[in-house]
């Protein structure tokens, strides 16, 4: 089992940064993947960032060269460094982990980006 906490969302303006945590309690050293998703009003969840427990890390086309994927060497919590925001990154972001081929969901945590 695996609890998920998200914190660092927010209001910013267009071409500001936010940081999210999520911070994992449970069986966390048998967790393969962390990742960020977000969900926006009327779409579907997306893959925003992620990274293995071998530090592979992945970004969706939308944010590569914007965010970052981090952790420190205790692996716990995973940040979501989030600049250059953009209105259409206003959606709810998720952390998720990966453990034993079944995923975990945090509560979320609110961006809103405004013009």
């Known amino acids: 089992q695996v609890h998920l906490m998200e914190s660092g969302g927010g209001s910013v303006r267009a071409g500001e940064s936010l940081r999210l945590s999520c911070a994992a309690s449970?069986?966390?050293?048998?967790?393969?993947?962390m990742g960020w998703y977000r969900q926006a009003p009327g779409k579907q969840r997306e893959l925003v960032a992620s990274i293995t427990s071998g530090d592979t890390i992945t970004y969706a086309n939308s944010v590569k060269g914007r965010f970052t994927i981090s952790r420190d060497n205790t692996k716990n919590p995973v940040f979501l460094q989030m600049n250059d925001l953009k209105p259409e990154d206003t959606a709810v972001y998720y952390c998720?982990?990966?453990?034993?081929?079944?995923?975990?969901w945090g509560q979320g945590t609110q961006v809103t980006v405004s013009p």
């Open positions: 998720s982990a990966r453990l034993s081929g079944r995923d975990y």
């Open positions: 449970g069986t966390i050293f048998s967790i393969s993947v």
